[in-house]
């Protein structure tokens, strides 16, 4: 699992766009040259993920969005990601 997803804003947006928590229910609204940073993860138990910071990309409905996101990984995620969520190569 992920430890913390941030997520750095460089946008031009005018209209829409937010960062939705539905289970939350909070709306980020984006600001140009912020950073929005949120646990994935229980602080009881790091190794499950935290359900209430599912997210979504709103539709941007006026202007450019342009960000990057960036993933705090806990363990090393390179091998196990190599077997994907099956298990299997593919």
Same mark, same amino acid.
């Given at each position: 699992?992920?430890? !913390? %997803?941030?997520?750095? =804003?460089?946008?031009?947006?005018? =209209?829409? !766009? ?19 940073? #949120?646990?994935?993860?229980? !602080? ?12 979504? %990309? ?9 960000? %990057? ?6 363990y090393d995620f390179?091998?196990?990601?190599? #077997? ?6 593919g």
């Open positions: 699992h992920q430890l !913390s %997803a941030p997520r750095y =804003e460089r946008e031009r947006v005018e =209209e829409g !766009s937010g960062t939705n928590f539905p289970r939350l229910d909070i709306t980020v609204q984006p600001k140009r040259g912020s950073a929005v940073l #949120w646990p994935s993860v229980l !602080s009881a138990d790091p190794t499950s993920m935290d359900p209430r910071t599912h997210h979504q %990309a709103l539709k941007v409905e006026k202007g450019v969005k342009f960000a %990057a996101n960036a993933w705090i990984h806990l390179k091998i196990p990601n190599v #077997w994907g969520c099956t298990g299997a190569f």
